[in-house]
């Protein structure tokens, strides 16, 4: 499984920006695929996933905000993010387990600054 990341970039605050994430080999949707994020000096954290049967789960940080769209005919995963805070700073990565082994894209940054 390969992923392959787009849709970072610089924003201002209260701005929007949508990542897109496209997966080449077979995925499953019943495995979780999602995005995550990694600001300097943190750990890196789950933003938004989902899963076939679930409901997508969303940080504390970006409920309301943030929107997962996951689409299994084209194997790709979208973020829809708005109201941008300079916090959501980092740079995000698509990610998807496939049993339990983790794949993921290269990461893309945004930046939220004025």
């Known amino acids: 499984v390969q992923l392959q990341a787009s849709g970072g970039g610089l924003v201002q605050p209260a701005g929007s920006l949508r990542l897109s994430c496209a997966a080449s080999?077979?995925?499953?949707?019943?495995?979780?695929m999602g995005w995550y994020r990694q600001a300097p000096g943190k750990q890196r954290e789950l933003v938004a996933q989902?899963?076939?049967?679930?409901?997508?789960r969303y940080a504390d940080s970006v409920r309301g905000r943030f929107t997962i769209f996951r689409d299994n005919a084209k194997q790709t995963v979208d973020l829809q993010m708005n109201s941008l805070k300079p916090e959501d700073t980092a740079v995000y990565y698509c990610?998807?387990?496939?049993?339990?082994?983790?794949?993921w894209g290269e990461g893309t940054q945004v930046t939220v600054s004025s």
């Open positions: 990610g998807y387990s496939d049993y339990g082994q983790w794949y």
């Open positions: 989902t899963r076939a049967g679930r409901h997508p």
């Open positions: 080999g077979r995925i499953f949707s019943i495995n979780p």
